[in-house]
């Protein structure tokens, strides 16, 4: 009866397992070349223990590293707010807003309207109006929790805010 060399078996089965090579070499790599590393060495002269130690202490790092990348990662997503969460709090103020020119850029129209709803779209807030508009977030020249509470003669109203005392005036 043939047999089958078992090596020849785990050499096919490994084969159709690898990944493509990459610059990063990951923990399941690196536990595979120990490991290959310990079964092709030499009999009569084996690894040291304290390299095997060291070893694993480096198999070790690289798992936590990558724990700890993993755990970056979720928290930088978790930071990203999405736009409806950061101007939910416009939801009931009243707002004022210019009307542009296509073809110019100049303002031909300036509006106001209460906010009643936040969407998104494109990654960009759109504050949707009681008036039935709706306008990007960055359009918005002042909010208020009043309506008509902005200066429409563009006039700041109250005195600056004074200079710390190791600030001189220029």
């Known amino acids: 009866m043939t047999t089958i060399d ?7 089965s490994q084969a159709n397992k690898r990944s493509t090579p990459g610059t ?4 399941d790599q690196f536990l595979q070349l120990l490991v290959t590393q310990l079964q092709n060495q030499d009999p009569l002269n084996p690894m ?18 990558m724990n700890m990348t993993k755990s970056i990662d979720t928290l930088v997503q978790s930071q990203l707010v999405s736009p409806v969460i950061q101007y939910s709090h416009m939801i009931g103020k009243y707002v004022s807003y210019d009307i542009k020119d296509d073809k110019t850029g100049a303002v031909t129209e300036s509006k106001n309207g209460k906010v009643v709803a936040v969407s998104q779209k494109d990654g960009w807030a759109i504050l949707e109006l009681d008036n039935g508009e709706k306008v990007y977030a960055d359009a918005i020249t002042s909010a208020s929790d009043k309506e008509n ?3 429409s003669d563009g006039e700041v109203k109250g ?9 001189e005036a220029t």
């Open 6 to 12: 078992p090596s020849m078996y785990l050499q096919s």
């Open 24 to 27: 990063e070499m990951g923990k």
């Open 48 to 65: 040291e223990d304290k390299d095997f130690m060291a070893q694993m202490a480096q198999f070790s790092s690289l798992e936590q590293m």
């Open 149 to 151: 509470a902005g200066n």
């Open 159 to 167: 005195t600056p805010p004074t200079k710390g005392k190791d600030e």
